[in-house]
């Protein structure tokens, strides 16, 4: 068994990470590859944390493209072999005419679940604007989702299974900054990669709008580190790159802003 009051003790995302402990136990005993459920940032980051204090299992992800933020998770024991092309994943397209009236990722979400399944069984969704969306799933919701899902807003869709390959994903768009700050404080440097006021992001900081390696972090004056993400709902992620002294010891941090 695995000690799981031990490594639950500091997670944040507690029930879906025992979710997943459950799962991993049950790869163990029944020596059969397992599937979990799809995972958020902040979940996934916890339980890659927790699997590395583990030597009976070992896991891998995917999300269905490489920038995927949702990732599904196949888990089996250490002596067997594991890669990515294992976890099982499918893509839908779910096609319909949105030009009078555009629907956001929250609305193709919404209609998602709104047919009755649970979040977990969802993945990334790709708003393609006028023309609909695509969104990942777990394979056995494809057949009820082709049956069930009819409408997102005011508009009929036809939603039909295609291939990963079809998956129309846009790079994210990259930005290099470099700045200079007399401490590491988070308020500072996520400030500068987001281009607003330190005001303002000392105001999102201290609301929980920012999470530092997908942990929320309330306090502005978190020490940041090489290699730290910085993410804010809506507006992107910022990963820092080299610190180094300047002959005023002073900061100067390389940062990448993906938008």
Not at 119 to 139: F, H, M, N, S, Y
Not at 152 to 164: E, H, N, W
Not at 238 to 252: L, N, S
């Amino acid at each position: 068994m695995l000690p799981r009051d031990e490594l639950l003790k500091t997670v944040e995302n507690r029930e879906a990470v025992a979710r997943v402990l459950d799962q991993a136990e049950q790869a163990i005993k029944t020596w059969e590859l397992v599937q979990t459920d799809f995972l958020s940032p902040p979940e996934y980051s916890e339980v890659q944390q927790v699997f590395g204090r583990l030597t009976e299992i070992h896991g891998v992800a995917s999300g269905g493209y490489p920038q995927a933020e949702r990732q599904r998770l196949a888990i089996a024991r250490a002596e067997l072999p594991l890669d990515s092309s294992q976890v099982e994943l499918a893509a839908l397209e779910i096609a319909g005419n949105f030009l009078f009236d555009l629907a956001t990722h929250r609305d193709f979400l919404g209609a998602i679940l709104g047919t009755g399944i649970v979040r977990g069984k969802v993945g990334d969704i790709i708003v393609l604007g006028e023309r609909g969306a695509q969104a990942i799933v777990v394979p056995e919701m494809v057949e009820f989702l082709e049956m069930n899902l009819k409408q997102v807003r005011s508009v009929p869709v036809k939603t039909q299974p295609i291939s990963l390959g079809e998956l129309k994903v846009r790079e994210p768009k990259k930005k290099e900054v470099t700045t200079v700050e007399a401490s590491l404080r988070l308020d500072a440097i996520a400030s500068a990669g987001f281009g607003m006021s330190r005001s303002k992001m000392a105001d999102m900081i201290t609301a929980g709008d920012v999470r530092v390696n997908w942990k929320e972090t309330t306090s502005a004056s978190y020490p940041v580190k090489e290699g730290d993400l910085i993410a804010i709902r809506g507006k992107g992620r910022v990963e820092v790159g080299e610190i180094a002294i300047t002959k005023k010891d002073r900061y100067r941090i390389q940062l990448t802003r993906f938008v």
